[in-house]
């Protein structure tokens, strides 16, 4: 059933487009599954705050504590918006290559991972100074897991800000970029799933 | 089924290896659902109430229902292995057509799938109905049911305040069962009378029955719950109306006592 | 992650040293590093967090410093088999240059490379074989305490809590040892081969895949030595946040595996979509890759969701937060919806490659084309599509919506037609073949037997009124015994066989094969017939003692069970015995059209020295009629 062939006779000098668009592929697909726990986060939220199971949702003051109040949403769109700079300066820094503009690659890229850094202190911030503690609640527990869940993906994103930067700064992108590309769908999906937690914790 | 047709154009019903599965599935199609049906309700036992009535009719619907595709799919395969059989290290000779469709196989398996797939449905849906409706039933009495590690308790919600370990029903009475647990999850599960429900920690939720058999049978706790689990088990006693309220008033004397 | 932060100043300083630190890095490094760090977190857990106040659930501090523990020896572990220095050489901007990543395929390393972090396919698929066996051996020791146990009936000389926790163990590493089965070993080895390509399309990942089941595996092992996972595989909360510490083992076994899962399939599925040899379109890629990748691909979306049921009952033992604890808003239908969600697409993530890879011998045994690849096809993706819109069926009588069963009785009873095609294929397949009598070729025909008793017992189970009386019985286990292991087990072992000449270079011993076909068959029907029996007789699952009605259907499992781990040892003596000495393998001993058969014994490294180009589809068997 198969003829020989002499083409790709090394697979080491694949075309870049090739290796590309593989590896943007298996990007996806991992996304795919990160997507997946998104949006099963999602659905723990908002299946608790609908069963509201005892009125623990956001339990009522009693003798022993004051009742736990839900926070205001606008710290988590905070962080949100701030995941949307990155993508921006990212996407600025991305034109930037396809224009072989290598000055403009580096300095979008900086700035990202400037903004990821700021969007995971900022974060962090959020989780420290949260008024209720994790016992005080189903809408507690469920804050500290949509802000931990962010918190993760953003502690990825400084790897990946941190390195798509270096890189840049390296020269490494000269010959393709790739990787770039790929940064990119990593900095959209950043943002929506930030967005996803934002959404979730304006409905309390 | 032009596919199948030999160069000999004899049609192919009449080829000895369709004759042979058509003959097998005959033959096999009673055999598979007279033993189906009777190895699986032999083992169930006699029932205690329509609900478990039903669900043996059901289940002696469904297994002749699939008798005949499990007969077919029997008969296929052992008219092929009756076939050319070669034994041996090295590969036999080619089989001698190159048959890889047959769009009116195909189809024909598909929408006969189908419909016995609709046919299933239509059985349960119509069963489940029938469920469903007894719970709204407003004659019914009400028992409180609460799993816990590892007991039953059981409320008599029309009585003043009657608890019991086992459970006590009046025979041909409707009962709901309000059920629910205070640790962790239990099923609470009347074996002869065909009915189950979780008992939820947080939950209260509800299933029905009419017992129409005066006896003894068992509850057991169909979902893990720890430690004794196996253990969890108690009985349910089915007494004539005239034998529950006499039950009934002893109790709630020595509970009043108490 | 201060000490994932030093890694790669440490590797760039033993860079310079004489031998690179990619070199140096071996199971050994791993095991060290590992149990090192779990020890030293545990200490320092220990001393330093504050004892729980009076108001804490049970075991907080002490699930704390588990969980802390189990997650030092994974990051310990990962980072001692080398898996961090691929993305930090990507941070630094030095990428692993061609002799690097050659000597990471195992070149020119022999036996070690199977020790090491090593990227070729082959290398990855042989580990997974060796893996999946140990895991079943285990898991079938398991199974064998089990029945002993249950041979009679006040006979529970194991301990209740004992033996609880050895049918929770035996659960979940048998559902782990059957998902990785067929995808791990041949998935891996045959797959790239099959396809035509030279490795899978990202091999870093795939030696990750492997090594992240080596670290997920002493989790579950520690487990049993804290209390055990006593609450059957399913864990379900709030039972599982009450359980003793085992619990945690049982939580970090299941978030490792299910990365392990994710990344393996996000590699397979991209190196069958993006690299499948020039002139192999989608007509004429074999039936086993379509198996292969709608497993990995339906564990995809599932296995996230499993990952988090676990993270938030781990948050609900070490932290008190409230997911499942119904005292402070949660919800145990939380868990069982996402452990479903799951669990569901996981019975087909375990079915659909081993029925593929019975579709993909089909042929060579009959010696006449596939019948209807079209249907093979429609079958394989309807199952998947319809497995995710399943789960509630599970949960029929846990009263979480009951207007919802009937939907969810509408779709779990539609899986029967593509399931209906699946058997067509076979069948037709059969029909009219010259049937060379091997152990692949019975296999099938036990599939269908197994696999017709697992599915029409699967229609009583899908029905909302039998279901209120089969739920949670011996009937419901007897029944996923016969689809995963009757029907599942089957096509892994006659791939085992199949395929055994490619990946070792020997023939599997034949008399071996057949007898242990035969015992594990017979046994198997008869264990699970019997277990049929008492289901329908009222015998709950999980018990370690019944009434006395069920003695006579237990003791009649308890034969089967003997007779399969007779069968079993045979077929272990036999991969032992043909590996070592068996017979040497011609390049392709079944005169099979596929590509794995096209390369030489042992496979060289790249698999092909110029890649093929593909004209027609691998099924032109038969003598074409006149």
């Given at each position: 059933m198969s003829v020989e062939t002499h083409a790709h006779s090394n697979p080491h000098h694949e075309h870049p487009d090739v290796v590309g668009s593989r590896n943007r592929l298996g990007v996806i697909l991992i996304l795919v599954a990160d997507i997946a726990m998104a949006l099963s986060v999602l659905f723990v939220y908002f299946y608790l705050r609908q069963q509201n199971v005892n009125n623990m949702w956001l339990p009522a003051a009693t003798s022993d504590n004051p009742a736990v109040v839900a926070l205001s949403p606008k710290g988590t769109w905070y962080v949100t918006g701030l995941a949307a700079l990155g993508l921006l300066t990212h996407f600025y820094g991305l034109k930037g290559v396809r224009a072989k503009n290598q000055t403009q690659l580096v300095l979008g890229g900086g700035l990202a991972a400037l903004f990821s850094i700021g969007a995971l202190i900022y974060q962090f911030i959020q989780i420290s100074g949260a008024p209720f503690t994790t016992t005080s609640g189903a809408y507690a527990s469920c804050y500290f897991l949509i802000a931990g869940l962010n918190t993760l993906h953003l502690v990825l994103t400084v790897f990946?800000?941190?390195?798509?930067?270096?890189?840049?700064?390296?020269?490494?992108?000269?010959?393709?970029?790739?990787?770039?590309?790929?940064?990119?769908?990593?900095?959209?999906?950043?943002?929506?799933?930030?967005?996803?937690?934002?959404?979730?914790?304006?409905?309390? | 089924m032009t596919n199948l047709q030999t160069p000999q154009t004899t049609k192919w019903w009449k080829k000895s290896d369709v004759k042979k599965t058509f003959l097998l599935w005959l033959i096999l199609t009673p055999i598979i659902g007279y033993v189906g049906t009777t190895v699986q309700l032999r083992s169930i036992g006699a029932p205690a109430s329509e609900v478990m009535a039903s669900v043996k009719t059901?289940?002696?619907?469904?297994?002749?229902?699939?008798?005949?595709?499990?007969?077919?799919?029997?008969?296929?395969?052992?008219?092929?292995?009756?076939?050319?059989?070669?034994?041996?290290?090295?590969?036999?000779?080619?089989?001698?057509?190159?048959?890889?469709?047959?769009?009116?196989?195909?189809?024909?398996?598909?929408?006969?799938?189908?419909?016995?797939?609709?046919?299933?449905?239509?059985?349960?849906?119509?069963?489940?109905?029938?469920?469903?409706?007894?719970?709204?039933?407003?004659?019914?009495?009400?028992?409180?049911?609460?799993?816990?590690?590892?007991?039953w308790n059981f409320?008599?919600?029309?009585?003043?305040?009657?608890?019991?370990?086992?459970?006590?029903?009046?025979?041909?009475?409707?009962?709901?069962?309000?059920?629910?647990?205070?640790?962790v999850k239990h099923s609470f599960w009347i074996v002869q009378m065909g009915i189950k429900m979780d008992a939820n920690p947080g939950y209260v939720t509800e299933t029905a029955v009419t017992p129409n058999k005066i006896g003894v049978f068992d509850i057991r706790c169909a979902e893990l719950c720890g430690l004794l689990h196996a253990y969890m088990q108690t009985k349910v006693h089915v007494l004539s109306q005239a034998d529950y309220d006499a039950w009934l008033t002893a109790k709630s004397t020595i509970e009043g006592a108490a | 992650?201060?000490?994932?932060?030093?890694?790669?100043?440490?590797?760039?300083?033993?860079?310079?040293?004489?031998?690179?630190?990619?070199?140096?890095?071996?199971?050994?490094?791993?095991?060290?590093?590992?149990?090192?760090?779990?020890?030293?977190?545990?200490?320092?857990?220990?001393?330093?967090?504050?004892?729980?106040?009076?108001?804490?659930?049970?075991?907080?501090?002490?699930?704390?410093?588990?969980?802390?523990?189990?997650?030092?020896?994974?990051?310990?572990?990962m980072t001692g088999i080398g898996a961090l220095i691929g993305p930090f050489r990507w941070l630094m901007g030095k990428d692993l240059n061609h002799d690097e990543n050659m000597f990471l395929a195992g070149k020119e390393q022999g036996v070690k490379r199977y020790f090491r972090y090593t990227t070729d396919h082959k290398v990855v698929g042989i580990q997974y074989l060796v893996i999946t066996i140990i895991i079943f051996l285990v898991g079938g020791i398991l199974a064998m305490l089990i029945r002993t146990n249950l041979g009679h009936a006040q006979g529970g000389w194991i301990e209740p809590q004992t033996y609880n926790a050895i049918v929770g163990w035996h659960g979940i590493i048998m559902i782990v040892a059957t998902i990785i089965m067929v995808t791990g070993p041949f998935g891996n080895f045959i797959m790239p081969i099959m396809i035509g390509a030279r490795d899978?399309?990202?091999?870093?990942?795939?030696?990750?895949?492997?090594?992240?089941?080596?670290?997920?595996?002493?989790?579950?092992?520690?487990?049993?030595?804290?209390?055990?996972?006593?609450?059957?595989?399913?864990a379900y909360n709030p039972l599982a946040s009450q359980s003793a510490l085992g619990m945690n083992g049982y939580i970090a076994f299941i978030c490792i595996f299910a990365i392990s899962t994710m990344v393996a399939g996000a590699n397979i599925t991209t190196t069958v979509v993006k690299m499948r040899a020039k002139g192999m379109t989608w007509n004429r890629t074999p039936i086993f890759i379509y198996g292969v990748v709608a497993s990995v691909a339906l564990a995809l979306p599932a296995f996230p969701v499993f990952f988090l049921s676990q993270i938030m009952s781990g948050l609900d033992r070490a932290f008190a937060t409230s997911f499942y604890n119904v005292a402070g808003g949660g919800s145990g239908w939380l868990y069982e919806n996402l452990f479903w969600i799951m669990g569901h697409p996981e019975v087909y993530v375990i079915l659909i490659p081993s029925v593929a890879a019975l579709m993909e011998m089909a042929p060579v045994f009959t010696r006449r084309p596939l019948f209807s690849f079209n249907l093979a096809i429609m079958g394989i993706a309807g199952i998947s599509g319809l497995s995710v819109l399943v789960w509630a069926h599970h949960m029929y009588i846990s009263g979480w919506a009951p207007l919802l069963n009937a939907p969810f009785m509408l779709t779990t009873e539609l899986i029967s037609i593509p399931t209906g095609m699946l058997f067509l294929v076979l069948i037709g397949t059969l029909w009219r073949g010259r049937l060379w009598m091997t152990m692949p070729l019975m296999s099938i025909f036990a599939l269908l037997w197994n696999f017709m008793i697992g599915g029409i017992t699967g229609i009583y189970l899908s029905d909302v009124p039998a279901d209120a009386f089969l739920h949670g019985s011996m009937y419901v286990t007897a029944h996923f015994h016969y689809t995963l292991m009757g029907a599942g087990l089957t096509g892994a072992l006659a791939s085992l066989v199949y395929w055994f000449p490619k990946m070792t270079g020997?023939?599997?011993?034949?008399?071996?094969?057949?007898?242990?076909?035969?015992?594990?068959?017979?046994?198997?029907?008869?264990?699970?017939?019997?277990?049929?029996?008492?289901?329908?007789?009222?015998?709950?699952?999980?018990?370690?003692s019944y009434a006395e009605i069920f003695n006579k259907g237990n003791l009649v499992t308890t034969i089967g069970a003997y007779t399969i781990m007779a069968g079993m040892l045979v077929l272990l003596h036999g991969v032992i015995s043909s590996w070592r000495s068996g017979v040497k393998a011609p390049m392709n001993p079944w005169q099979a059209k596929t590509l794995e058969w096209t390369v030489a014994n042992p496979v060289p490294l790249e698999n092909f020295e110029t890649l093929p180009v593909i004209t027609s589809d691998p099924y032109g068997y038969g003598k074409a009629q006149s």
């Amino acid at each position: 059933m198969s003829v020989e062939t002499h083409a790709h006779s090394n697979p080491h000098h694949e075309h870049p487009d090739v290796v590309g668009s593989r590896n943007r592929l298996g990007v996806i697909l991992i996304l795919v599954a990160d997507i997946a726990m998104a949006l099963s986060v999602l659905f723990v939220y908002f299946y608790l705050r609908q069963q509201n199971v005892n009125n623990m949702w956001l339990p009522a003051a009693t003798s022993d504590n004051p009742a736990v109040v839900a926070l205001s949403p606008k710290g988590t769109w905070y962080v949100t918006g701030l995941a949307a700079l990155g993508l921006l300066t990212h996407f600025y820094g991305l034109k930037g290559v396809r224009a072989k503009n290598q000055t403009q690659l580096v300095l979008g890229g900086g700035l990202a991972a400037l903004f990821s850094i700021g969007a995971l202190i900022y974060q962090f911030i959020q989780i420290s100074g949260a008024p209720f503690t994790t016992t005080s609640g189903a809408y507690a527990s469920c804050y500290f897991l949509i802000a931990g869940l962010n918190t993760l993906h953003l502690v990825l994103t400084v790897f990946i800000a941190i390195g798509n930067w270096n890189r840049s700064r390296l020269g490494i992108y000269k010959a393709d970029h790739w990787h770039v590309d790929i940064v990119n769908v990593w900095w959209v999906w950043m943002t929506v799933s930030s967005l996803l937690g934002a959404f979730a914790l304006s409905f309390s | 089924m032009t596919n199948l047709q030999t160069p000999q154009t004899t049609k192919w019903w009449k080829k000895s290896d369709v004759k042979k599965t058509f003959l097998l599935w005959l033959i096999l199609t009673p055999i598979i659902g007279y033993v189906g049906t009777t190895v699986q309700l032999r083992s169930i036992g006699a029932p205690a109430s329509e609900v478990m009535a039903s669900v043996k009719t059901l289940m002696g619907v469904f297994t002749w229902a699939a008798s005949p595709v499990a007969a077919l799919v029997a008969a296929l395969a052992l008219t092929s292995l009756s076939g050319k059989r070669h034994y041996g290290d090295n590969p036999p000779a080619e089989a001698d057509h190159q048959i890889s469709n047959s769009p009116r196989v195909a189809s024909t398996w598909v929408v006969v799938s189908t419909l016995l797939c609709l046919f299933a449905l239509i059985t349960g849906l119509v069963v489940l109905q029938k469920d469903n409706e007894s719970i709204l039933d407003a004659t019914a009495m009400n028992v409180n049911v609460t799993g816990q590690q590892w007991v039953w308790n059981f409320d008599y919600v029309e009585s003043n305040g009657v608890r019991s370990a086992d459970l006590y029903l009046p025979v041909d009475k409707p009962v709901v069962f309000h059920v629910t647990s205070v640790d962790v999850k239990h099923s609470f599960w009347i074996v002869q009378m065909g009915i189950k429900m979780d008992a939820n920690p947080g939950y209260v939720t509800e299933t029905a029955v009419t017992p129409n058999k005066i006896g003894v049978f068992d509850i057991r706790c169909a979902e893990l719950c720890g430690l004794l689990h196996a253990y969890m088990q108690t009985k349910v006693h089915v007494l004539s109306q005239a034998d529950y309220d006499a039950w009934l008033t002893a109790k709630s004397t020595i509970e009043g006592a108490a | 992650m201060t000490t994932v932060m030093d890694r790669p100043a440490a590797s760039a300083g033993h860079t310079a040293s004489r031998k690179p630190l990619i070199e140096r890095l071996n199971i050994v490094t791993a095991l060290v590093l590992g149990a090192v760090s779990s020890v030293v977190v545990w200490q320092l857990a220990l001393k330093l967090l504050p004892q729980d106040a009076d108001t804490a659930f049970f075991f907080n501090r002490e699930d704390k410093i588990m969980l802390l523990a189990l997650i030092a020896w994974f990051v310990g572990f990962m980072t001692g088999i080398g898996a961090l220095i691929g993305p930090f050489r990507w941070l630094m901007g030095k990428d692993l240059n061609h002799d690097e990543n050659m000597f990471l395929a195992g070149k020119e390393q022999g036996v070690k490379r199977y020790f090491r972090y090593t990227t070729d396919h082959k290398v990855v698929g042989i580990q997974y074989l060796v893996i999946t066996i140990i895991i079943f051996l285990v898991g079938g020791i398991l199974a064998m305490l089990i029945r002993t146990n249950l041979g009679h009936a006040q006979g529970g000389w194991i301990e209740p809590q004992t033996y609880n926790a050895i049918v929770g163990w035996h659960g979940i590493i048998m559902i782990v040892a059957t998902i990785i089965m067929v995808t791990g070993p041949f998935g891996n080895f045959i797959m790239p081969i099959m396809i035509g390509a030279r490795d899978m399309a990202f091999p870093r990942l795939n030696a990750l895949s492997f090594w992240l089941i080596v670290a997920a595996v002493p989790p579950v092992f520690i487990s049993f030595f804290t209390g055990g996972i006593t609450t059957g595989w399913s864990a379900y909360n709030p039972l599982a946040s009450q359980s003793a510490l085992g619990m945690n083992g049982y939580i970090a076994f299941i978030c490792i595996f299910a990365i392990s899962t994710m990344v393996a399939g996000a590699n397979i599925t991209t190196t069958v979509v993006k690299m499948r040899a020039k002139g192999m379109t989608w007509n004429r890629t074999p039936i086993f890759i379509y198996g292969v990748v709608a497993s990995v691909a339906l564990a995809l979306p599932a296995f996230p969701v499993f990952f988090l049921s676990q993270i938030m009952s781990g948050l609900d033992r070490a932290f008190a937060t409230s997911f499942y604890n119904v005292a402070g808003g949660g919800s145990g239908w939380l868990y069982e919806n996402l452990f479903w969600i799951m669990g569901h697409p996981e019975v087909y993530v375990i079915l659909i490659p081993s029925v593929a890879a019975l579709m993909e011998m089909a042929p060579v045994f009959t010696r006449r084309p596939l019948f209807s690849f079209n249907l093979a096809i429609m079958g394989i993706a309807g199952i998947s599509g319809l497995s995710v819109l399943v789960w509630a069926h599970h949960m029929y009588i846990s009263g979480w919506a009951p207007l919802l069963n009937a939907p969810f009785m509408l779709t779990t009873e539609l899986i029967s037609i593509p399931t209906g095609m699946l058997f067509l294929v076979l069948i037709g397949t059969l029909w009219r073949g010259r049937l060379w009598m091997t152990m692949p070729l019975m296999s099938i025909f036990a599939l269908l037997w197994n696999f017709m008793i697992g599915g029409i017992t699967g229609i009583y189970l899908s029905d909302v009124p039998a279901d209120a009386f089969l739920h949670g019985s011996m009937y419901v286990t007897a029944h996923f015994h016969y689809t995963l292991m009757g029907a599942g087990l089957t096509g892994a072992l006659a791939s085992l066989v199949y395929w055994f000449p490619k990946m070792t270079g020997r023939m599997f011993d034949k008399t071996l094969s057949w007898v242990s076909f035969w015992l594990v068959q017979i046994g198997f029907n008869v264990a699970f017939m019997g277990m049929f029996m008492v289901g329908l007789a009222g015998q709950p699952r999980r018990v370690e003692s019944y009434a006395e009605i069920f003695n006579k259907g237990n003791l009649v499992t308890t034969i089967g069970a003997y007779t399969i781990m007779a069968g079993m040892l045979v077929l272990l003596h036999g991969v032992i015995s043909s590996w070592r000495s068996g017979v040497k393998a011609p390049m392709n001993p079944w005169q099979a059209k596929t590509l794995e058969w096209t390369v030489a014994n042992p496979v060289p490294l790249e698999n092909f020295e110029t890649l093929p180009v593909i004209t027609s589809d691998p099924y032109g068997y038969g003598k074409a009629q006149s």
